[in-house]
Nanobody
């Protein structure tokens, strides 16, 4: 199994920045892809960004492209999400997740095997 813990959430004004971290432990050698998802009240969990753990290829939702940057530190088994120019509509609980198999769709929550408990991000207008 892989255990995940997010950190770095908080309250920020619109236009501000936050950096989320996701620390992985356990069977980290099995990680193929890591992703960030978010869920706002009353809405479904949605894809934000993903990164291939080995090659470093990155993928983004259109809503965050150009504002958010996903990265990882393989040696520290940690993934990051730098969020700039935040908007009130970015307010949500942010979750990190991992895939431990190849050829899975990075954009669908059901394709991920392990999840962190989430961290709240609130952007005030």
């Amino acid at each position: 199994q892989v255990q995940l813990v997010e950190s770095g959430g908080g309250l920020v004004q619109a236009g501000g920045s936050l950096r989320l971290s996701c620390a992985a432990s356990g069977r980290t050698f099995s990680i193929i892809t890591m992703g960030w998802f978010r869920q706002a009240p009353g809405k479904e969990r949605e894809f934000v960004a993903a990164i291939r753990w080995s090659g470093g290829n990155t993928y983004y939702a259109d809503s965050v492209k150009g504002r958010f940057t996903i990265s990882r530190d393989n040696a520290e088994n940690t993934m990051y999400l730098q969020m700039n120019r935040l908007k009130p509509e970015d307010t949500a609980i942010y979750y990190c997740a991992t895939q431990t198999e190849y050829f899975k769709d990075y954009g669908h929550p059901r394709e991920y095997d392990y999840w962190g408990p989430g961290t709240q991000v609130t952007v005030s207008s």
